[in-house]
T-cell receptor, first 113, second 114 residues
Framework: DQQVKQNSPSLSVQEGRISILNCDYT??????FLWYKKYPAEGPTFLIS?????DKNEDGRFTVFLNKSAKHLSLHIVPSQPGDSAVYFC????????????FGKGTKLTVNP | DAMVIQNPRYQVTQFGKPVTLSCSQT?????MYWYQQKSSQAPKLLFH???????NEADTPDNFQSRRPNTSFCFLDIRSPGLGDAAMYLC?????????????FGPGTRLTVL
């Protein structure tokens, strides 16, 4: 039973536009959320995170929004660049609980020049 | 420059033939993790070591074992691989075992079982 869901397997966006990747979770005990980016033939790399005490965290072109009541988070990339083309994994943690990362299945983002 | 190294990158084994996957790290991190990722699925934690302390996930099959002889190296042993064990195996490290600690992943070993 998936606790972290990324319902869009893929997303295609034009260069310069906004990319919005979505993630839903079911476990209300999750209180820390992360996004990892994965290029082909490489391991996932940490991108950005957010604690449940916040509803927004921004790092350059990347912003993560958290809606706790909806159990939903999203990653915004503005402006999107071709180098952003990768698989993006959402992950959640029960901080102080199991402490293990629970991943979604990932969304493949393609940014077209 | 590589921080988490996995060897080999591709491994082919026969049904039932034991196989060992290797992971090494140059980060001197306390924690090393093994994840299994099947095609189009989420990475799933198999187990992790905090230093020498082994922590198995409840649903990890007994067929999967791990060894950590020193800080730098960790091995994943699959005693009798089945066709369902074909997957990408990802090794990761972190300084501490808190979920908020950043995990650093290796490139993975893709295991094929014939």
């Amino acid at each position: 039973d998936q606790q972290v869901k990324q319902n869009s397997p893929s997303l295609s966006v034009q260069e310069g536009r906004i990319s919005i990747l979505n993630c839903d979770y079911t476990n209300s005990m999750f209180d820390y959320f992360l996004w990892y980016k994965k290029y082909p033939a490489e391991g996932p790399t940490f991108l950005i995170s957010i604690s449940s005490i916040k509803d927004k965290n921004e790092d350059g072109r990347f912003t993560v929004f958290l809606n706790k009541s909806a159990k939903h988070l999203s990653l915004h990339i503005v402006p999107s660049q071709p180098g952003d083309s990768a698989v993006y994994f959402c992950a959640a943690v029960e901080d102080g609980g199991s402490e293990k990362l629970v991943f979604g299945k990932g969304t493949k983002l393609t940014v077209n020049p | 420059d590589a921080m988490v190294i996995q060897n080999p990158r591709y491994q082919v084994t026969q049904f039932g033939k034991p196989v060992t996957l290797s992971c090494s790290q140059t980060l001197n991190h306390n924690v090393m993790y093994w994840y299994q990722q099947k095609s189009s699925q989420a990475p799933k934690l198999l187990f992790h070591y905090y230093d020498k302390d082994f922590n198995n996930e409840a649903d990890t099959p007994d067929n999967f074992q791990s060894r950590r002889p020193n800080t730098s190296f960790c091995f994943l042993d699959i005693r009798s691989p089945g066709l369902g064990d074909a997957a990408m195996y990802l090794c990761a490290t972190s300084r501490d075992s808190r979920g908020t600690d950043t995990q650093y992943f290796g490139p993975g070993t893709r295991l094929t079982v014939l």
